[in-house]
Nanobody, 120 residues
Framework: QVQLVESGGGLVQPGGSLRLSCAASGSIFSINVMGWYRQAPGKQRELVATIFSGGSTNYADSVKGRFTISRDNDKNTVYLQMNSLKPEDTADYYC??????????????WGQGTEVTVSS
């Protein structure tokens, strides 16, 4: 099966930076899109950023200019560089990927999550 594993979370001061990574492995025929979601305590999960197979990206308004999503196709890995972090960025961050397992068949997969805390 397909698995997504995130890493890179932790505690950081306001204004600091973190880099999250998510590696996909398993029976992968293709990866159409990968993205990052986050969920703060007591709030709904929200989309942070996505990157598509053609290279286009989308960002939530709250992170534009501060976060950058990128990918390494050889490693089936997506990254989220987070700069100028704010306390409101505190959340559990989850990787998501739309993975083609065969021609014409794809599914969404989720990672286990990594915790990000921004506090002075």
């Amino acid at each position: 099966q397909v698995q997504l594993v995130e890493s890179g979370g932790g505690l950081v001061q306001p204004g600091g930076s973190l880099r999250l990574s998510c590696a996909a492995s398993g029976s992968i025929f293709s990866i159409n899109v990968m993205g990052w979601y986050r969920q703060a305590p007591g709030k709904q999960r929200e989309l942070v950023a996505t990157i598509f197979s053609g290279g286009s990206t989308n960002y939530a308004d709250s992170v534009k200019g501060r976060f950058t999503i990128s990918r390494d196709n050889d490693k089936n890995t997506v990254y989220l560089q987070m700069n100028s972090l704010k306390p409101e960025d505190t959340a559990d961050y989850y990787c998501n990927a739309r993975v083609g397992v065969r021609v014409g068949v794809s599914y969404h997969y989720w990672g286990q999550g990594t915790e990000v805390t921004v506090s002075s």
